[in-house]
């Protein structure tokens, strides 16, 4: 069975930094595209980041210049770095996966909770 356990979160001063980890097991992980989305009280889940199988990466917007999403196939995690961080970066952030052999074979994380307030 496919497991993606979030780790990291927590509460943060604005400007200040968070690294979150996703661990997988249960799969083959260099196989699968792995991202970062969020979502935040009465606000739709939006992507935040994503890293291909084969290394590429892609942000949103809001974020760009201030995280970066990065993969450790040996150790099956994927890692969020994100500095310079704001209030309304504060969400549940969650792990994503999806194959690139079938796109229908996808996954999620429970989530771990980033709060940016003074």
């Known amino acids: 069975q496919v497991q993606l356990v979030e780790s990291g979160g927590g509460l943060v001063q604005p400007g200040g930094s968070l690294r979150l980890s996703c661990a997988a097991s249960g799969t083959i992980f260099s196989m699968y595209h792995m991202g970062w989305y969020r979502q935040a009280p009465g606000k739709q889940r939006e992507l935040v980041a994503v890293?291909?199988?084969?290394?590429?990466?892609n942000y949103a917007d809001s974020v760009k210049g201030r995280f970066t999403i990065s993969r450790d196939n040996g150790k099956n995690t994927v890692y969020l770095q994100m500095n310079s961080l704001k209030p309304e970066d504060t969400a549940v952030y969650y792990c994503?996966?999806?194959?690139?052999?079938?796109?229908?074979?996808?996954?999620w994380g429970q989530g771990t909770q980033v709060t940016v307030s003074s």
């Open positions: 890293i291909t199988s084969g290394g590429t990466t």
């Open positions: 994503n996966a999806r194959s690139v052999t079938n796109y229908l074979d996808e996954h």
